[in-house]
């Protein structure tokens, strides 16, 4: 018995008529061409070509007329009038994302810039089976504030399809950049960068050969005083590059061979050009919270939704030798003077904002954190430490263990005003082994009201070392009526201050004998 197969409507049947019609019509014409091809063409082996072209374009035809398997064709685009919403979420990110409609990925095909940790408003969008929308990141490194630079994905992984469906409010999620690297070692970058900190008293230009190189953040060539400059280059000899100040071509030293793929190369430039960092453009190297949401973690290990109590309480109960902790605060805490001593134990706590700046205020007179030795405290992005208005002691106190500040972090609003001769208004350091590298962030605001001698406003150096990379230390006061003051830093016999980069700035003292508003130095000169 014949099975019949239903038509779902009237207007399928019409169409697949149309085209088998269509296909006989084709049939019709081939069997013509045949039938002179026979009769007319008397080679033999001339003809056998021919027929069997001919058999290869029928079954050809009819395999791709498709019969009643064919596919119907697909339904028509919605109508254009109908709008649907579309959202860009990107809270999970750790670096700025810029979307596009195409994969040319210029400025006019933007459709929005979404930042680190947020979400794009709601943007009207016609609706669509499928949309392709294609990303950029914009990657800032650790150890070199102000420097970032613009990573697309591989193909295939810089890209989301998206159903937007109409009348609808349709959330796609942004895929978190290290979901976009085939690998841990994987390069960012197959370009060279180079940051340039303008610390002398002349602006100058960057040259290759004869040719000026235009920076990438700058409106043209020059390079004014306090200004840095950031440069996309292609790999290669680095001899070619010299700086042009007073007329006259200042070389790069130190042992630069190349600048090699996917590095970034930071440079002081105080009259010399001296290499400061190199770093390879990595994930390892990101800025940004590694960690995505707020809470305690173990290296990249979530341990719970702790606040900054309760994460400093895991850690005395279960740290062991070499463990790194990061709390990331996802709302501003209180917190009386805690001391972090684990028995002799290394280990690292690092303290990150979520979402924004984070601020820690001290509740109560004393330190707010005490590093005590084998403790290395590291003041991240996004984190404010701020203390009170007459302390007894320095916002952070420095005793044999290691303190680290970096970009995004500031230490803030406090005021010492006890006759304690170890005091200053930021950060006290003292100890053999106590170690204190600013690569980034602010001490600004903070001020040392006391009667003893030797009082930094912003940081003092009992004994131990204090490098300065980069960063600020400005508008700190020391307000000693005795003779050295230092409103930003005070180093005194024993301690060894070494200024790489950064800014100091300061008040004007009442002291007139060996005072400072930026640096005062009691021991050897400033290295």
Not at 219 to 248: C, R
Not at 320 to 349: A, H, K, M, Q, T
């Amino acid at each position: 018995m014949a099975r019949v197969r239903n038509l779902k409507t009237s207007k399928e049947f019409t169409q697949r008529s149309l085209r088998n019609k269509d296909h006989k019509e084709k049939f019709v014409l081939l069997k013509y061409y045949l039938r002179f091809i026979l009769i007319y063409m008397k080679d033999n082996i001339l003809r056998g070509i021919v027929i069997t072209l001919f058999l290869s374009l029928t079954v050809f035809t009819a395999c791709s007329s498709g019969g009643d398997n064919e596919k119907p064709n697909p339904s028509p685009n919605p109508n254009p009038s109908d709008k649907t919403m579309i959202i860009f979420d990107n809270t999970d990110g750790i670096c700025a994302v810029s979307v596009y409609k195409n994969s040319q990925r210029n400025e006019e095909d933007k459709i929005v810039e979404i930042p680190a940790g947020g979400k794009s408003e709601k943007i009207e969008w016609a609706p669509g089976p499928f949309e392709l929308f294609y990303f950029s990141y914009t990657v800032a490194l650790k150890g070199i504030s102000g420097f970032t630079f613009n990573y697309v994905p591989e193909i295939g992984k810089d890209r989301n399809e998206v159903r937007v469906d109409a009348n609808k409010t349709t959330t796609t999620k942004i895929p978190i950049l290290s979901n976009t690297v085939s690998s841990p070692d994987k390069l960012l970058s197959n370009r060279s960068y180079l940051s340039i900190q303008n610390n002398s008293s002349f602006s100058f230009e960057l040259h290759r050969g004869s040719g000026t190189v235009l920076p990438d953040n700058l409106p043209d060539s020059l390079v004014n005083v306090g200004e840095m400059a950031q440069y996309t280059i292609s790999p290669g000899t680095a001899s070619i590059y010299k700086l042009f100040a007073v007329w006259d071509y200042i070389m790069f030293s130190g042992f630069i061979g190349d600048f090699e793929t996917g590095c970034v190369y930071s440079f002081i430039f105080d009259g010399a050009v001296s290499l400061i960092t190199k770093i390879e453009l990595k994930l390892e190297n990101v800025a940004g919270i590694i960690q995505n949401s707020p809470g305690l973690y173990r290296g990249k290990t979530k341990i719970g939704e702790q606040n900054l109590a309760s994460s400093l309480t895991w850690i005395s109960a279960n740290a062991v030798n070499g463990d790194d902790f990061y709390i990331v605060l996802g709302e501003n805490e209180s917190s009386p003077p805690v001391s972090l001593n684990y028995s002799g134990r290394n280990v690292g706590i690092t303290l990150l904002g979520y979402g924004g700046e984070r601020k820690i205020t001290l509740n109560a007179n004393g330190s707010l954190f005490t590093a005590n030795s084998g403790v290395t405290l590291t003041i991240d992005e996004n984190i404010t430490l701020t203390g009170r208005s007459a302390n007894t002691d320095s916002l952070v106190y420095l005793n044999n263990g290691r303190l680290f500040v970096k970009a995004g972090a500031k230490i803030t609003g406090n005021t010492v005003s006890s006759s304690s001769s170890t005091s200053s208004g930021g950060v006290f350091v003292t100890g053999t082994n106590a170690n204190f590298t600013m690569n980034g962030g602010e001490i600004i605001g903070n001020k040392a009201a006391v009667s003893g001698n030797g009082r930094g406003g912003g940081v003092f150096v009992n004994s131990g070392n204090f490098t300065m990379n980069r960063g600020e230390i400005s508008g700190n006061t020391s307000s000693s009526p005795l003779s050295c003051g230092g409103g930003g830093v005070f180093v005194n016999t024993v301690g060894t201050f070494t200024m790489n980069g950064g800014v100091i700035l300061g008040k004007p003292l009442p002291v007139p004998a060996f005072a400072s508003a930026g640096v005062c130095m009691c021991s050897e000169p400033l290295r």
